[in-house]
Structure formats: structure tokens, C-alpha cells
């Protein structure tokens, strides 16, 4: 039977966190979990942006309990304010959406002076999960859903060297590297929690190829002929809302343990289910060095970890 929204559980007493939930998938996912009564944090680097998308969510479903907080995932100091905010303000997360991303833009660095994408999609990311950590052990069946892409298939392993900046800048190819570390980290995680016993699931989603704004942010961002170009690839996607079905899958699917992949079973579309990754995401020599890798950037000590592990 296709997975849709219907089969959703109600997500009443559940907080959860999305990250770049001001559009495409992650507002798409925001909105049905606030329908479904979970209380949501829009983790948005626009307060701005991130207030119309609250306002439409409200159009839709006025009783939604939905608060907006400032993240900029390209600058650690950022990520470690707003978990230090969500620890003060909020007793418990029982689900954070590691959403936002960006595409293939033009050669730029964080404020740490990382990759763009690998500083945004995975190591922001990854901080935010590990700061967040005593917050999410908190929360009743918690789980940590980390969004990849079909385009982590394009890295045939991780390459550390080449994250780290050996002077080689390839868009897709960084792209890909990021995607595939979203992965490598959140089978990772899984690992880690279980071994420890924690009560936290950590799943990986893919939304298969939706149209959103992804194109338009990313590669062309500031090209004059961008929207008409990215509203004619669009064509070809399907909506954003059916993108979001894996990441809400993911996020509330009773069967599912932990460390699975889901995306669409048809591969760019469709409804969801368990899907496999490429045999280079499950490297396992490969998630631990890039745990190391990842503690390392994000400037936390593998003994906090396993303090902020402990709190749970
Ligand atoms: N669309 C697809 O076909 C597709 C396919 C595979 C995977 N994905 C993945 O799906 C996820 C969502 O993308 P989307 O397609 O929904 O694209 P989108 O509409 O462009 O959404 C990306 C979101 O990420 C936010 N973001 C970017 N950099 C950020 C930062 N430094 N700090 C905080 N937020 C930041 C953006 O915020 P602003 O609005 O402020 O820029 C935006 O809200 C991404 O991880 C992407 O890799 C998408």
C-alpha cells in the first residue's frame, strides 16, 4: 500500500526542529507535523523568511504551535546559540530534521572557512545533533532524520583530503561529498547510540528529485535566466510535497529501528519506503574517520560527546 500523510501518527505532546523549514521540503514536512499537532521550531537563517513561512502554515492549519528560531548553519557559533536556546526554552525535542542544504553554488566558504556544502549540509548538521543531544534524550521515541540525496551515488567514497580544501573545487562533486557525509553520519549515529544504549533513532531520507528552490539557491543563484530555467527543469520533478513524504516517513513510521535509508521506492519519485545507498555509505572505517574529522571542525571534544551522550 503507498505511504501518504494519512498514515501518519498523531504527533500531539512532540516537539520537533526542522532545519531550513522557511521552503521546499522542509516546509513542506513542517507544515504536516504541525498539522498533525506536533509543536514545530522552524530552524531558519532568515527570521524573516522564516515568519511568512509560519504565516502560511497558520493559513492552513490555524491551531499550529509553531515558533521560529534563527540558525545559520555555515557558522558554528550560530548552531551552538540557537541549541543553547532550545535547551533553555524547550524541556525535550523528540525530532530534529536535519533539512536544509545547499546545491552546487560558486566557490565559497563558511564562517569557519569550510567548503560551503560540506560545511552546511554535514558539519553544521552535525554539530546541531550532538549539541542538541541531551534534548532529544529527553524526548519520548526520539529520532534524528538526516536528508541526503540520489546525488551521494556520484561520490564513490568519502575524500578527505578533498573536504578539507586540497585546492580542487568541483560544484557536483562537493555536492555529492556532502551528501554522501549526510549519510556516512547518520548510520554513524545510529551506531553510536546503540552501542550505548540510548533511546534515539537516527534514519537517513532522500526526497528523490522535487521541485523547490534548490536550483535557483545553489548553482545559478544571482543568474538573470535561473528562474526560468529552474521552473523548466521543474517540470520534470515531482511536487515538493511529495518530496517531503520520505523525511516524513522517516520522521514517524512505527516499523522503523533505526539506520535505514528511505526515499522513494521508485528512485526520483513516488511514494516511500526503505531503500539502499550506495555500498560507499556504508563504509564503516570511513563514517568513524569522519566522526573524528567532524569533532575535530566543529570543535567538539570526543569526551563531550560522550558527556552530552551521558545527559541522556
Ligand atoms: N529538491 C530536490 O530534488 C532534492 C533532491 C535531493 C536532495 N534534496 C535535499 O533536500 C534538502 C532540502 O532542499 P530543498 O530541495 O527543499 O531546497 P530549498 O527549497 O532551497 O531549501 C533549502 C533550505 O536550506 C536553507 N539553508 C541553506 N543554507 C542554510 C544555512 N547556512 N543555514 C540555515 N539554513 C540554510 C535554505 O534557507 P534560505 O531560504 O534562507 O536560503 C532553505 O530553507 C536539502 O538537504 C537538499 O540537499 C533535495
Known sequence: MDWTIDNMPSMRGMTAIVTGANSGIGWEAAKVLAARHARVILAVRSVERGAAAKNRILAE???????????DLADLPSVQAFADEVMERERKVNLLVNN?????????R?????????????IGHFALTL????????????????????AHTMAKALDIPYLCGDGRYRRFASYAQSKLANL?????????????????????AHPGFA???????????????????ARWVNRFAQPSEMGALPTLYAATHPDLVGGEYIGPVGGMRGYPGIVRSSDA???VDAAKRLWDLSLEL???????WIALADTM
Not at 563558511?110 to 554535514?122: A, P, S, V, Y
Not at 553510536?192 to 534514519?203: C, D, E, F, P, T
Request: hydrophobic share 45%; aromatic share 8%; net charge positive.
Open 184 to 204: 556516512l553520519f547518520a548510520y554513524e549515529l545510529q551506531r553510536r547510540v546503540q552501542s550505548r544504549g540510548l533511546a534515539l533513532q537516527s534514519i537517513a
Open 281 to 283: 555509505s556504508y563504509d
Open 211 to 229: 521541485a523547490t528552490s534548490l536550483l535557483d539557491n545553489g548553482m545559478f543563484a544571482k543568474s538573470t535566466w535561473v528562474r526560468p530555467f
Open 131 to 150: 549539541r542538541l543531544l541531551p534534548a532529544l534524550c529527553k524526548g519520548r521515541g526520539a529520532r534524528v532524520v538526516t536528508v541526503s540525496s540520489m
Open 110 to 122: 563558511t564562517k569557519q572557512g569550510l567548503e560551503l556544502q560540506f560545511g552546511t549540509n554535514h
Open 298 to 304: 566543529a570543535n567538539i571534544r570526543p569526551d563531550d
Open 61 to 71: 492549519a490555524p491551531q499550529a504551535d509553531v515558533a521560529v528560531m534563527r540558525i
Open 100 to 108: 536544509a542544504g545547499v546545491m552546487a553554488p560558486s566557490y565559497q
